[in-house]
C-alpha cells in the first residue's frame, strides 16, 4: 500500500477543502481519491473526515494525523529531492578505506587532483591494514590488494598485482641463487604473518603451467611488508613481494628479481563496493578516476626493467666469472 501517498492526498484534501480539488491537483479521479481515503481509514481503524454536503472538515484523529503526518511528507519530499540531484551530480561524502602502505604509497598522491576534478565532494579515507566490514563500518568504497574472498561485495579491478621472489645482492653472493623452488627449503625466507596465519607455503607455476607448491622457513616474520622488505634490504633473506611494494628498490639494483622462469601468481588490486544496483556518482567516478591512474601500465611496471640475479656460488662475488 503506498501510505505515504494515501497520507499526501489526505493533506491535500484538508488544504484545499475538497476530495475534487484535491484530486484534480494530483492528477486522480474523484473515484481513485474517495477510495484512497476510506482505504487509509481503514487501515488506521479511525474515521478521518467528517463529510457533509457542505464541506469536509477533520476528526479529531484527522487532526492529529496532519499535524504528526505533515512533518514526515515534508521531510520525505526534500529527502526525495535531494537524492535525485545527488544521483546526476559528483557530490557528497566519500568514505573509502584502503590499506597503508598501497594508499600512503600510490592513493594518496593522487587525490588532490579527484578532488579538484569534483569540487563538491568531500573525502574520508581510513588508512588500515586489516580487512574492514564495508557495510557496518559505513564506507562507501574499498581498495583491496590481493586475493578477493567470497565476502558478496561487488569488486572492480584497477590494476594487476604481479609479485616476485627478491633478494639483496649481498644475500645471494653469501648464499648463492636458488635456481628452483624446491632450493628455496636450504634458504632463509621473510615470512608474512597475517589474519590467516603464516605464509609459509609459496606457490609457483613452471614453463608448462604445472603449479609448485615449496614450504619455506626463515628467521624473520612479520606482519608488515615493508619490515620485510627492509629485512630484504639488509640481506637477512628472500622475500616475496608485490611489484608496486618493491619497483624502486628493483629498478636501482637494492633486490633482485629470483626464479624469473617459476612465476607466482598475479592477483589484482580492486575497488570493492557493498552489493547494490544503484551506485551513487562520486563512488563511480572515484572508481574510474584510479581506474584511469593505476591501469596498464601501472605506475610501478613503468620506467627501466628490473634486474634479474645471476646464479651466484655461495661466497664468491656477483661477477664472477665460472673458470677464474
Given at each position: 500500500m503506498d501510505r505515504i501517498g494515501d497520507l499526501r492526498l489526505f493533506l491535500r484534501v484538508l488544504d484545499l477543502g475538497s476530495i475534487s480539488a484535491a484530486a484534480r491537483s494530483l492528477d486522480l479521479s474523484v473515484a481513485v481519491a474517495s477510495q484512497r481515503l476510506k482505504r487509509l481509514e481503514r487501515e488506521l481503524g479511525v474515521r478521518l473526515l467528517h463529510r457533509t454536503t457542505r464541506r469536509l472538515h477533520a476528526t479529531p484523529e484527522g487532526m492529529l494525523l496532519a499535524e504528526q503526518g505533515r512533518a514526515l511528507v515534508e521531510?520525505?519530499?526534500?529527502?526525495?529531492?535531494?537524492?535525485?540531484?545527488?544521483?546526476?551530480?559528483?557530490?557528497?561524502?566519500?568514505?573509502?578505506?584502503?590499506?597503508?602502505?598501497?594508499?600512503?604509497?600510490?592513493?594518496?598522491?593522487?587525490?588532490?587532483?579527484?578532488?579538484?576534478?569534483?569540487?563538491?565532494?568531500?573525502?574520508s579515507v581510513n588508512l588500515d591494514d586489516q580487512i574492514v566490514d564495508l557495510v557496518g563500518s559505513g564506507f562507501d568504497l574499498g581498495i583491496r590488494v590481493g586475493a578477493l574472498g567470497d565476502s558478496g561485495l561487488v569488486a572492480r579491478q584497477l590494476a594487476?598485482?604481479?609479485?616476485?621472489?627478491?633478494a639483496s645482492p649481498d644475500y645471494l653472493q653469501r648464499h648463492g641463487t636458488?635456481?628452483?623452488?624446491?632450493?628455496?627449503?636450504?634458504?632463509d625466507c621473510l615470512l608474512l604473518v597475517g589474519s590467516q596465519g603464516r605464509q609459509d607455503i609459496w606457490h609457483f607455476s613452471d614453463r608448462r603451467g604445472r603449479e609448485i607448491v615449496q614450504r619455506v622457513q626463515g628467521r624473520f616474520e612479520s606482519n608488515q611488508g615493508a619490515l620485510l622488505r627492509d629485512a630484504a634490504m639488509a640481506g637477512l633473506g628472500i622475500?616475496?613481494?608485490?611489484?608496486?611494494?618493491?619497483?624502486?628498490?628493483?629498478?636501482?639494483?637494492?633486490?633482485?628479481?629470483?626464479?624469473?622462469?617459476?612465476?607466482?601468481?598475479?592477483?589484482?588490486?580492486?575497488?570493492?563496493m557493498p552489493q547494490r544496483r544503484?551506485?551513487?556518482?562520486?563512488?563511480r567516478a572515484f572508481v574510474d578516476f584510479l581506474a584511469?591512474?593505476?591501469?596498464?601500465?601501472?605506475?610501478?611496471?613503468?620506467?627501466?626493467?628490473?634486474?634479474t640475479a645471476q646464479p651466484v656460488r655461495p661466497g664468491r662475488p656477483a661477477s664472477a666469472k665460472r673458470g677464474a
Open positions: 521531510d520525505l519530499e526534500s529527502l526525495t529531492g535531494g537524492l535525485r540531484q545527488s544521483a546526476t551530480e559528483v557530490s557528497g561524502t566519500l568514505r573509502v578505506t584502503m590499506s597503508a602502505a598501497f594508499g600512503g604509497r600510490y592513493i594518496s598522491p593522487l587525490l588532490p587532483e579527484f578532488l579538484a576534478l569534483h569540487p563538491r565532494v568531500k573525502l594487476s598485482n604481479r609479485r616476485v621472489l627478491c636458488p635456481r628452483t623452488p624446491a632450493e628455496l627449503a636450504t634458504h622475500a616475496m613481494h608485490s611489484v608496486w611494494h618493491v619497483h624502486e628498490q628493483l629498478s636501482r639494483g637494492e633486490l633482485q628479481v629470483l626464479l624469473p622462469d617459476y612465476p607466482i601468481a598475479t592477483t589484482g588490486i580492486h575497488a570493492v544503484l551506485v551513487p556518482p562520486r563512488v584511469e591512474r593505476l591501469g596498464d601500465p601501472s605506475p610501478w611496471e613503468r620506467g627501466p626493467a628490473t634486474r
